[in-house]
């Protein structure tokens, strides 16, 4: 399998999980996505990560998006799992959590590192948009929880920028200034971004988040 880049299609696939049989294009029907994959059930990080998300569901239903989790172990351990994420992160597990024994999506989605661990899978994270491309990429090592609150703002940028033409700048968060796109002219930005801008250079144009109310 040839490593996934952005702007590929995500391999769609037909696996078990907690919450029944998922073929996954179908699943994440017209909603973005986040797939996120674990290295094994009942690893304490991945606990922690798991009942993180579960308490942020509504952040990412704002956001048209839907979670799935990936581990290697099968469906029982997961169900055992599961009870113990509920209890140590006072939460419940409200996402499906894919049952990949046999590897097919580990290696659909190169999850499988083996300089890491010949058998487990690393923190990768892809968010996916409606159209089935990959827009992003992230794989941490096991040792490394992920940052959740990372990725809401970059689903606010991947969301803001597929619809305006317009870049989010370093650090930026939802509500703040964006940049214009260099394709953009002048004559056009007057046009696309009414409230005005600002050219701090002519390839640097900051202007109010365009989507906001």
């Known amino acids: 399998m040839s490593t996934l880049r952005l702007g590929d299609i995500a391999p769609d696939f037909t696996a078990e999980s907690s919450e029944g049989t998922i073929s996954f294009h179908e699943y994440l029907g017209d909603s973005w996505g986040v797939l996120f994959s674990h290295p094994a059930d009942y690893t304490p990080v991945c606990t922690t990560e798991l009942g993180t998300v579960s308490k942020y569901k509504s952040e990412f239903l704002k956001r048209n998006t839907k979670v799935i989790a990936l581990s290697v172990d ?4 997961h169900k055992g799992w599961i009870q113990d994420i ?11 959590i894919i049952a990949d024994e046999d590897r097919n999506v580990s290696e659909l989605y190169d999850m499988i590192h083996p300089n890491a661990d010949s058998k487990l899978t690393v923190r990768s994270v892809f ?7 990959i827009k992003l990429i992230i794989t941490y090592p096991a040792s490394t929880g992920r940052n959740f609150d990372e990725l809401l703002r970059v689903i606010d940028s991947l969301q803001l920028t597929a619809y305006h033409k317009v870049a989010t700048p370093a650090n930026w968060e939802h509500g703040q200034e ?6 953009v002219s002048n004559e056009e930005a007057a046009e696309l971004f009414p409230k005005g801008f600002k050219e701090v250079k002519p390839y640097l144009r900051l202007t109010e988040q365009p989507n906001l109310n």
């Not at 099968?74 to 351990?77: N, R, V």
């Not at 509920?86 to 499906?96: D, G």
């Open 86 to 96: 509920n209890e140590t992160q006072n939460t419940t597990v409200n996402f499906p």
């Open 74 to 77: 099968g469906l029982e351990s």
């Open 127 to 133: 968010v996916i948009a409606p159209d089935k491309t």
């Open 178 to 183: 964006v940049v214009i796109s260099p394709s």
